[in-house]
T-cell receptor
Framework: AQSVTQPDIHITVSEGASLELRCNYS??????LFWYVQSPGQGLQLLLK??????LVQGIKGFEAEFKRSQSSFNLRKPSVHWSDAAEYFC????????????FGQGTELSVKP | DTGVSQDPRHKITKRGQNVTFRCDPI?????LYWYRQTLGQGPEFLTY????????KSRLLSDRFSAERPKGSFSTLEIQRTEQGDSAMYLC????????????FGAGTRLSVL
């Protein structure tokens, strides 16, 4: 069965420090991969996506992610975190042969220390 | 492009009552999805429409749940005889079939069943 694992439930980083959020997926083919961000009480905003091609993808707000097929991973990175980045981050797999529905990980909550 | 709109934003109801939520997708999007998100978890797929046809329903969608998209535009999600376990955030997303099927989310409807 398809699944997404985000091993870190909660991460705290200092403002200005680098960030890496981990995501591993299980899927029988090359999936569509997404990272979304959710602020408290809000819907989800798309940060970036991977469909094919260059395995390093750039997104909004200075985020990037790297697809590693051999590790079934799609980790999210940012070189310098800002206080406004504090939020919940979700990795998702898009099942293009099942109507494109998304399978989400349980999320990683990011806190930023001043 | 006004984004995906959901109404109401918050709903408080008593156990056993019926509730209905509405989702207005981005106008040119032909696919519409419903997800449910409980506290501390990622969103879980409930159902999706392609135009007016409901093409898949999750096992999470019990007989008390029904969704419609009568004219292929807005959609409604009704829960009959609500239970406390129905308390969650209900998220709607829309997309264009193809183009990577990127889903854009509304702000959600938070349901509290007392």
């Amino acid at each position: 069965a398809q699944s997404v694992t985000q091993p870190d439930i909660h991460i705290t980083v200092s403002e200005g420090a680098s960030l890496e959020l981990r995501c591993n997926y299980s899927y029988g083919a090359t999936p569509y991969l997404f990272w979304y961000v959710q602020s408290p009480g809000q819907g989800l905003q798309l940060l970036l996506k991977y469909f094919s091609g260059d395995t390093l993808v750039q997104g909004i707000k200075g985020f990037e992610a790297e697809f590693k097929r051999s590790q079934s991973s799609f980790n999210l990175r940012k070189p310098s975190v800002h206080w406004s980045d504090a939020a919940e981050y979700f990795c998702a797999v898009g099942l293009y042969n099942q109507g494109g529905k998304l399978i989400f990980g349980q999320g990683t909550e990011l806190s930023v220390k001043p | 492009d006004t984004g995906v709109s959901q109404d109401p934003r918050h709903k408080i109801t008593k156990r056993g009552q019926n509730v209905t939520f509405r989702c207005d997708p981005i106008s040119e999007h032909n696919r519409l999805y419903w997800y449910r998100q409980t506290l501390g978890q990622g969103p879980e797929f409930l159902t999706y429409f392609q135009n007016e046809a409901q093409l898949e329903k999750s096992r999470l969608l019990s007989d008390r749940f029904s969704a419609e998209r009568p004219k292929g535009s807005f959609s409604t999600l009704e829960i009959q005889r609500t239970e406390q376990g129905d308390s969650a955030m209900y998220l709607c997303a829309s997309s264009i079939q193809g183009e990577g099927n990127i889903q854009y989310f509304g702000a959600g409807t938070r349901l509290s069943v007392l």
